[in-house]
């Protein structure tokens, strides 16, 4: 389980769409989040981020355009929960900030195999979409240890993954 590799203070997200029914797992998943100081976030549902008491929601660039977050957000603000959101864009990082999203998940910076058909951002546009950033920013798509350190200096804030943290 990747949770097991990350540094204290990571997120770890449930990614699930409404709807669906609750991973077997996910209780088991936010425990092990506390017991390892992990921060635990759930993907696209909030009423399944309340019941298993995450310490936030993150949203998909889709839904982040939604007109019909206002429930949403009205738990996010109400319960002082963190805030993530998808984004492949500098429009997106903007509805980003519009939610008073804690940060912004820009992807893919490079090729990945979890999306080839995507062209990725690179690390140049990347650093472009970062220095305007209206929201922290966290690298995602084909990134790594090795790879986040050359995008230091862009002013993300940190990196997400899956197989970088599967050992």
């Known amino acids: 389980l990747a949770a097991l590799n990350l540094p204290i203070g990571s997120l ?3 990614r699930i769409w409404p709807g669906a029914p609750q991973p ?3 209780n088991r998943l936010r425990h092990l989040c506390r017991q390892r100081r ?3 976030l759930v993907a696209n549902d909030f009423r399944l981020a309340d019941r298993l008491r995450a310490d936030g929601l993150h949203l998909s660039e889709k839904l982040a355009r939604s007109e019909c977050l206002a ?3 009205g738990w996010i ?3 002082r929960k963190l805030l993530t959101i998808a984004a492949h864009s500098r429009r997106a990082l903007g509805r980003a ?3 008073g999203a804690d940060a912004a998940f820009l992807s893919p910076v490079f090729a990945t195999p979890s999306h080839p058909q995507v062209q990725p951002l690179g690390a140049l546009r990347f650093a472009q979409l970062c220095r305007d950033r209206p929201v922290a920013v966290l690298a995602l798509g084909g990134v790594d240890y090795k790879s986040y350190i050359g995008l230091k200096s ?3 804030i940190g990196f997400g993954g899956i197989s970088a943290f599967i050992k």
């Open 12 to 14: 770890v997200i449930l």
């Open 24 to 26: 077997f797992y996910a």
């Open 38 to 40: 992990l921060l635990f």
């Open 71 to 73: 429930t949403a957000l």
């Open 77 to 79: 603000r109400s319960q």
């Open 97 to 99: 900030r519009q939610l």
């Open 154 to 156: 862009t002013g993300a």
